[in-house]
């Protein structure tokens, strides 16, 4: 019998702790590409990157000698964005473009969307297989005091999150609410990464598939 080999495409911390969760053996292989998008949906904007950054660590795992033979890589990669009147955040470039993002989402309620995608190599047909989805949860700020928002661009928490904050920081001093799911909106929704492995591998012991 073949397993597959989890790979995951990113390299945020808080990722790699939600996978972790999973108790299935993983490696880490950072995918750099351009996390811009000509589109104008927010869903498909992240589907759109999300896909990208899986293509390219497939793509270099495609000149592993064992490929096919005892390499069957499964690769996840994600990606996420916020979305308020219209408009679509992500990263900020510095503390500056994180003051003017926090300072457009305060004391309003946006949308947050990330997109999972799975490249793999099905172990039964040695072909190349792809699912992809996403997810949204909607978070609601509080009015963001001058004073609270200097304090917290002090922690630089924002520096690395799309919206420029992060729901498991500091920035719970200025979250009022969220309706949807909590790991989504960290950057990985965990419980519907494990639908789609088992949607994808067709067996509910799907952990036992991974080596």
């Not at 004391?107 to 992809?132: M, R, W």
């Not at 919206?163 to 519907?192: K, R």
Request: negative net charge; hydrophobic residues 35%; contains cysteine.
């Amino acid at each position: 019998m073949n397993y597959y080999s989890l790979v995951l495409a990113s390299q945020s911390p808080r990722r790699k702790e939600l996978l972790g969760y999973l108790n299935v053996p993983f490696e880490i292989i950072i995918s750099d590409v351009n996390e811009d998008s000509a589109e104008t949906s927010p869903q498909k904007f992240c589907e759109e990157v999300a896909r990208r950054k899986g293509e390219m660590v497939f793509n270099k795992l495609e000149s592993d000698a064992q490929f096919k033979k005892t390499f069957f890589p499964f690769v996840v990669s994600s990606d996420t964005i916020v979305y308020c009147d219209h408009k679509i955040y992500g990263k900020p470039k510095d503390t500056n473009e994180a003051r003017k993002i926090l300072q457009e989402l305060s004391g309003k309620s946006h949308i947050v969307y990330t997109a999972v995608c799975f490249i793999y190599l099905d172990v039964a047909k040695c072909e190349k297989k792809e699912f992809l989805f996403s997810c949204s949860s909607k978070v609601t700020f509080d009015t963001i005091s001058g004073e609270i928002l200097e304090n917290y661009l002090k922690t630089g928490d924002s520096l690395d999150k799309a919206g420029a904050y992060g729901i498991q920081g500091p920035s719970l001093s200025f979250i009022s609410h969220l309706e949807g799911s909590y790991s989504n909106v960290v950057g990985f929704p965990l419980s519907d990464v494990v639908k789609g492995i088992e949607k994808c591998l067709g067996n509910a012991k799907w952990q036992e598939m991974f080596i």
